[in-house]
T-cell receptor, first 116, second 111 residues
C-alpha cells in the first residue's frame, strides 16, 4: 500500500537554527516521484521539489536541502539557518507511475514554527 | 502565483445545498486534480481528469462529481452538503504525470 509518514507533527525552533523534517514512504512501485510542498499561513500549497526514484543525489537550493535514501525509504528536508518566513506546514508526497495517474499521496504534514 | 485559478475563494452555505467549485489549469496543462483538505483527514485525493476524460478516482463521495470541459477548465460539484464537507478544496494541474501546481483553494463552510 502507498503511504507517507511524517512523524513530526510540530517543530519549534529559534531563528537561525537548522531543522530537519522527516519523511518516510511506502510503495510497491519501483518507479515513483517524491515531492515536498509548503503551506504557509495564507493557505496555498507551494511546490518545493520533485525527486524521481532513480535519482538519489541530494539536492541543495539555497538554504534548503533534501536527502533521498531509497534504502531507508526516506526523503528528508533540511532548512539551514531558519527564518521566521519559513514558518508553515510542510507536506511530503508520493506519486506512483503505475496506474497511469499522477495522484499524490500526502503525509499528515509537519507544522514548523520559527521564532524570532 | 502557480498559474492555477480557483473560484470562489470562500463559500458559505447550508446543509442540504449544492455548490460548484471552478478551476482553471495552467496554460498547456492537460491534467486537473481535485483534493480535499480537512483537519481530520488531511490532504486527500478526490479525482483526476486528463484532457476531458476521468483518469483516476480517490476518496470521492457519491454526492460529489466533477467534469473537465473542452477548454480544460474543471468543475467540482458537491451536493446534499453535510457539516463534515466543510474543508479546503484544492485544484491542481500538471502536463501529464509530473509536478502538480496547486491553485489557492476554495474554503467551503457548511452551516
Amino acid at each position: 500500500a502507498q503511504k507517507v509518514t511524517q512523524a513530526q507533527t510540530e517543530i519549534s525552533v529559534v531563528e537561525k537554527e537548522d531543522v530537519t523534517l522527516d519523511c518516510v514512504y511506502e510503495t510497491r512501485d519501483t518507479t515513483y516521484y517524491l515531492f515536498w510542498y509548503k503551506q504557509p499561513p495564507s493557505g496555498e500549497l507551494v511546490f518545493l521539489i520533485r525527486r524521481n526514484s532513480f535519482d538519489e543525489q541530494n539536492e541543495i537550493s539555497g538554504r534548503y536541502s533534501w536527502n533521498f535514501q531509497k534504502s531507508t525509504s526516506s526523503f528528508n528536508f533540511t532548512i539551514t539557518a531558519s527564518q521566521v518566513v519559513d514558518s508553515a506546514v510542510y507536506f511530503c508526497a508520493l506519486s506512483e507511475f503505475s496506474g497511469n495517474t499522477g495522484k499524490l499521496i500526502f503525509g499528515q504534514g509537519t507544522t514548523l514554527q520559527v521564532k524570532p | 502565483d502557480s498559474g492555477v485559478t480557483q473560484t470562489p475563494k470562500h463559500l458559505i452555505t447550508a446543509t442540504g445545498q449544492r455548490v460548484t467549485l471552478r478551476c482553471s489549469p495552467r496554460s498547456g496543462d492537460l491534467s486537473v486534480y481535485w483534493y480535499q483538505q480537512s483537519l481530520d483527514q488531511g490532504l486527500q485525493f478526490l479525482i483526476q481528469y486528463y484532457n476531458g476524460e476521468e483518469r483516476a478516482k480517490g476518496n470521492i463521495l457519491e454526492r460529489f462529481s466533477a467534469q473537465q470541459f473542452p477548454d480544460l477548465h474543471s468543475e467540482l460539484n458537491l451536493s446534499s452538503l453535510e457539516l463534515g464537507d466543510s474543508a479546503l478544496y484544492f485544484c491542481a494541474s500538471s502536463l501529464q504525470q509530473d509536478t502538480q501546481y496547486f491553485g489557492p483553494g476554495t474554503r467551503l463552510t457548511v452551516l
